[in-house]
């Protein structure tokens, strides 16, 4: 790399638009989407989809809801031509679906893509050439009235073939390949010559795609040139705009909303953003920011994993963990303090949705809802040494059902968290539910129960146990009265001179339903020198959970 002064490099000219209104819109609607998986997306594969391949991926495409498909290049190869030739002979195209197909302005290959569209009901013809000065100088070597001929004289045979084909109504588009670095005046140009040839009308109109081909500029000067374009273009109503970014330098996404707050109606991209070099746009990730924001984008991804999983089998292609809403790790929490933050936002969302299902979705760290979008809870919170005491709560709850006391968090949390640091890894929730039995759950040492015998007296209602216990292996009996199975158990441990606490706390929940029902209790209680010590019990006996809990309180009391 160069050093200080970089003559290497220079910035993108800015486009003169002082009185830009894009900064101060909003956007209120979905555009219009074209996917281009199959064409864009597909030629920047290392491996082709096959015909079948395509067919599944279509299908996928119109179950999400696209109106408007890319199939492909038909005149470039024949498994292209194959393609688009069975989805019109297998009647596979619904009938609110219109697919597009793309060609050169050149002449051989014009005549064979409107020879691949026989049959159809609707179809878009995309018709190219490449318009910027780095194109138009080293690529053509051709001057700019040059290349403007090349898109008009497209257009004029595109206008006599129209109507070749009868029985399908033929939609146009023209894009200015390369338009992010085209001067905005001669791409205006170009596309107004093309405009004079197709005569397009406020019922049927052109589709003019203006490419960011390759992402050269901040997506700030992408807006000002779909602003500016928009502005200048006249007859506008006669136009559809359409945004057809690249990822060159990472904003294609924020490209994409920017030129749509700057007047375009229509978006085209892949999903996951596959596509040439840094790929297309992301599709997926623009329809859930609106989605986000309010807005239905009219695409389904409420099962975005599926989607994802048939997208990762046909391109063989993956989605990085870290990829907006479809990632394996984005809706996953490893710091204490995200897990802390989520792990309340969603307990007051439980009860919030409880009493109105319409409620807004309101959880720290979480811009979306995964349940929207099909991916489930369990992997939002996951433990390694960064991790906190709500996470580990967090885990015991959901996955185990354990409504450990809010006091117990933070002791829990760092026996997990001391785990994960000697293990230099994150822990899975199976080690997690291990841990905390090993360290909590029905201690049998020193103190353990062997059996209990549980009077009631009348009409006090006092509890009198016989238990037989074992203290440091050795058995005895002890017997106790209180006004409960637990009170009367601490008697028994007071009468032998055992009972050196405090009880403080205790809880208990079930786990389960049906015939499966067990009760967890908690037990809390603090020694003479101020330190407290927490215990679990389970069992399906409720009074033996709480019995237990007891000892494995006393018995952690001992122990540390
Ligand atoms: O990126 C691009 O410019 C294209 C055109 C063919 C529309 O894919
Ligand atoms: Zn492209």
């Not at 029905?442 to 062997?450: D, G, R, S, Y």
Request: aromatic content about 6%.
């Amino acid at each position: 790399m160069q050093k200080g002064n970089i003559s290497k490099y220079k910035p993108f000219q800015q486009i003169h638009l002082p009185d830009r209104e894009w900064p101060n819109a909003t956007l209120e609607t979905a555009p219009i989407w074209a996917s281009v998986d199959l064409r864009d997306g597909n030629q920047a594969l290392a491996v082709p989809m096959t015909v079948e391949e395509k067919i599944e991926y279509f299908d996928l495409l119109v179950a999400i809801g696209f109106k408007e498909i890319e199939v492909g290049f038909p005149s470039a190869s024949d498994t292209e031509f194959r393609f688009i030739r069975r989805l019109i002979e297998e009647n596979r195209i619904p009938d609110d679906v219109t697919v597009q197909v793309l060609v050169q302005a050149r002449e051989h290959l014009i005549r064979r893509t409107f020879e691949s569209l026989e049959g159809s009901r609707q179809a878009i013809v995309h018709l190219y050439n490449s318009t910027s000065p780095l194109q138009r100088r080293i690529t053509f070597n051709k001057s700019k009235e040059a290349i403007k001929a090349i898109a008009v004289e497209g257009a004029q045979l595109i206008r006599e073939l129209k109507d070749s084909i009868p029985g399908t109504h033929i939609r146009l588009e023209y894009s200015p390949e390369s338009f992010s670095d085209t001067e905005v005046d001669y791409a205006l140009d170009v596309c107004r010559g093309v405009m004079e040839v197709w005569q397009p009308t406020v019922e049927n109109k052109i589709i003019l795609n203006l490419p960011a081909t390759v992402e050269w500029a901040t997506p700030n000067i992408h807006a000002d040139q779909i602003e500016w374009f928009c502005r200048n273009l006249p007859d506008r109503e006669k136009a559809i705009i359409s945004l057809h970014t690249h990822n060159d330098r990472g904003t294609g996404i924020a490209a994409t909303e920017l030129g749509l707050l700057a007047g375009a109606d229509r978006v085209e991209g892949t999903l996951f953003g596959n596509g040439e070099r840094t790929g297309n746009l992301d599709i997926v990730t623009v329809a859930l920011n609106l989605y986000t924001q309010g807005i239905d984008p009219g695409l389904d991804f409420s099962n975005l994993e599926d989607i994802r999983a048939v997208y990762e089998r046909v391109t063989r292609m993956q989605v990085p963990e870290r990829h907006p809403y479809s990632g394996d790790l984005v809706f996953t929490a490893f710091s204490g303090s995200h897990q802390d933050a989520i792990k309340k936002g969603m307990d007051l969302r439980k009860d919030k949705h409880a009493e109105d299902p319409q409620a807004l979705w309101q959880v720290p760290y979480l811009p979306i809802d995964p349940q929207d979008i099909g991916r489930d809870y369990q992997a939002i919170i996951r433990i390694n040494s960064q991790s906190g005491k709500g996470g580990v709560a967090y885990i015991l709850a959901t996955e185990y059902g354990l409504d450990l006391p809010k006091p117990m968090h933070p002791e829990v949390g760092q026996v997990v968290n001391d785990a994960a640091d000697a293990a230099s890894r994150e822990l899975k929730p199976n080690e997690i539910h291990e841990l905390f039995q090993q360290h909590y759950v029905n201690l049998e040492a020193p103190l353990q129960i062997h059996s209990v015998d549980r009077q009631e007296t009348r009409p006090s209602g006092d509890v009198h146990i016989i238990a037989d216990i074992s203290l440091d292996g050795s058995k005895r009996r002890v017997e106790g009265q209180g006004n409960g199975p637990i009170s009367a158990f601490v008697d028994a441990l007071n009468q032998q001179k055992l009972k050196d606490f405090t009880l403080i706390d205790y809880r208990q929940h079930s786990i389960g339903s049906g015939s499966k029902t067990t009760a967890a209790a908690y037990i809390r209680i603090k020694l003479a020198d101020g330190s407290t010590h927490n215990g679990c019990g389970i069992d399906s006996n409720i009074e033996l959970a709480g019995l237990k809990a007891l000892v494995s309180a006393f018995n952690r009391s001992r122990n540390l």
